[in-house]
């Protein structure tokens, strides 16, 4: 079972940083591909970034060029480094592992099989 456990979420201004971070409880952390996704108010949910076990990643046009994806397997943690943040940025973020190991993920949720609790990021004008 893997449990997984987001933080660095809060609320700053349109142009400012934060660094969202996942702790993955599970063996064999860099055997998964990990990703995070986002849902913001009304609206459905998107994959924002993802990154698999060979360090692989992938973005939504939306986030290209000013979001980061990356992880520290020696640590089993997963990090979101997000920057010149915009109010269409704001929504509840989730991180999320592959549904198996030595898989590579698109955007999808479908790849994904675990998910945690999500941390909110709000973006003001």
């Known amino acids: 079972q893997v449990q997984l456990v987001e933080s660095g979420g809060g609320s700053v201004q349109a142009g400012g940083s934060l660094r969202l971070s996942c702790a993955a409880s599970?063996?064999?952390?860099?055997?998964?591909?990990m990703g995070w996704f986002r849902r913001a108010p009304g609206k459905e949910r998107e994959g924002v970034a993802v990154?698999?076990?060979?360090?692989?990643?992938k973005y939504a046009d939306s986030v290209k060029g000013r979001f980061t994806i990356s992880r520290d397997n020696s640590k089993n943690t997963l990090y979101l480094q997000m920057n010149d943040l915009k109010p269409e940025d704001t929504a509840m973020y989730f991180c999320?592992?592959?549904?198996?190991?030595?898989?590579?993920?698109?955007?999808?949720?479908?790849?994904?099989?675990?998910w945690g609790q999500g941390t909110q990021v709000a973006v003001s004008s």
């Open positions: 599970t063996v064999a952390f860099n055997t998964y591909s």
């Open positions: 990154i698999d076990f060979g360090y692989r990643t």
């Open positions: 999320a592992t592959s549904s198996r190991r030595w898989v590579k993920v698109g955007l999808g949720a479908e790849d994904f099989g675990y």
